[in-house]
């Protein structure tokens, strides 16, 4: 199964509708053509769906890079999982 990070670049690629464009976990929406206000907010619910969590406001403000992203999905899915 392909990692968080991997995963999320899969859905930032397909949104975005990039190839080509190498993503890291440095890599933060300014960085990436087209990784908008609007393409932020579906990239966030393409990813929340995607992972079957949600997340506040608080945390999506403490998400500089596709790294931090990540992180916090994974921290997410582990809180989901235990509180289940």
């Known amino acids: 199964m392909p990692s968080t990070l991997e995963q999320i670049e899969k859905i930032v690629r397909e949104m975005l509708a990039l190839d080509g464009v190498d993503l890291t976990a440095e890599t933060q929406p300014g960085d ?13 619910f393409a990813v929340e769906e995607a992972f ?3 997340f506040s406001d608080e ?6 890079t596709i790294g931090d992203f990540a992180r916090g999905v994974d921290e997410a ?3 989901s999982e235990a509180s289940a």
């Open 59 to 64: 945390q999506l403000r403490s998400f500089a």
């Open 52 to 54: 079957g969590i949600e």
């Open 32 to 44: 990436v053509p087209g990784w908008d206000s609007l393409a932020n907010i579906n990239i966030v």
């Open 77 to 79: 899915v582990a809180q």
